[in-house]
């Protein structure tokens, strides 16, 4: 029996954003999650939830779906099995048996704190049946730099100032956890949970783990190919090959230069292609007229280049 689509597994649109495909699977995760929902089929519906968002939260991944959704013919909304009882986009043949590892986006721990939230009422203190442990948690806004670069930075939160050390490339979504020792600004047994959010950046976008920025190149390094620059988050440089042609919204990969995935691995660096056409003046604009004479070139009818 083929596989279901991933899309309608998560209840989404094809081309629903990578942000309603991450709400989506939140909110069905903590609907089927085995601990909570006990009905038979939760174990198998959890799995199906995990293995569609492990597609489908990964932009990569997905575009691949997508790709073998369009050109298999008789597609029954699934990949074929792999080795070992593997589907060829992520989901898994063999037992639940607990074992969430091959799920990216949220780790087991970020499941439980789905949950966590619920069960004790929101962010605050647990109740002595739940946790023994007194247990806060707490938001903190921070920059892409300190995301990125890690940092130990001075902080107030619940009244109280403590010293966070920021683990390097942190994640969106990512979550510290503090034991109080009664020198750390936590009273001994006290735990403290911060939920790390990464404030919007001029430059770089994040989309999950990768990291999108534009490329500003002039006409003449588009049509000729050549070098580029690129600036990361830590102030290092990466020089980029152009290819003679490229063209605006093409994207250059840097690998593993983004933030850290739940799986360990690391995101990319994504140079978003951008011409910017100058205003000629000029020897410029005599070049450019020249140009336009010369050239056979009509973009309108011309091939699309990826």
């Known amino acids: 029996m083929p596989d279901k689509n991933h ?40 799995k199906e939830i995990a293995a569609a968002y492990e597609v489908l939260g990964s932009e990569e991944k997905r575009r691949e779906y997508d790709a073998s959704r369009r050109q298999s013919t008789g597609f029954g909304g699934g990949a074929s099995r792999g080795a070992a009882g593997q589907s060829a986009y992520g ?33 605050g203190r647990t109740t002595a049946e739940a946790e023994p442990r007194q247990r806060n948690q707490s938001t903190l806004e921070i920059t892409l730099e300190q995301a990125y670069n890690g940092e130990t930075i001075r902080v107030q939160i619940g009244g109280k100032t403590i010293n966070l050390r920021i683990p390097e490339r942190s994640r969106d979504g990512s979550v510290i956890r503090m034991t109080g020792s009664g020198s750390n600004g936590l009273a001994p047994g006290e735990e403290l949970r911060i939920v790390l959010e990464i404030a919007e950046h001029l430059v770089y976008t994040l989309e999950g783990e990768d990291l999108v920025a534009a ?37 250059l990969r840097i690998p593993r230069r983004g933030l850290k995935r739940a799986n360990g691995t690391y995101g990319d660096l994504y140079a978003e292609i951008e011409i910017t056409v100058p205003e000629p003046s000029g020897e410029e604009e005599e070049l450019y007229r020249r140009l336009a004479s010369l050239s056979k070139f009509q973009p309108w009818l011309g091939k699309r280049r990826t």
Do not use: C
């Open 215 to 251: 490329l500003r190149i002039a006409p003449w390094q588009a049509a000729l190919g050549g070098k580029a620059r690129i600036e990361l988050p830590d102030g290092a440089a990466v020089n980029l090959n152009l290819p003679r042609g490229i063209t605006s919204g093409r994207r």
């Open 7 to 46: 899309y309608d597994v998560l209840g989404v649109e094809a081309n629903a954003s990578q942000t309603d495909i991450k709400k989506a699977y939140q909110k069905l995760a903590k609907q089927w999650h085995p601990d909570v929902n006990k009905a038979a089929n939760a174990e198998a519906r959890f």
């Open 91 to 123: 989901q898994p043949g063999g037992g639940f048996g607990g074992n969430f590892d091959w799920i990216n986006d949220l780790q087991r721990e970020d499941l439980f704190d789905m949950f966590f939230n619920e069960r004790v009422g929101g962010f």
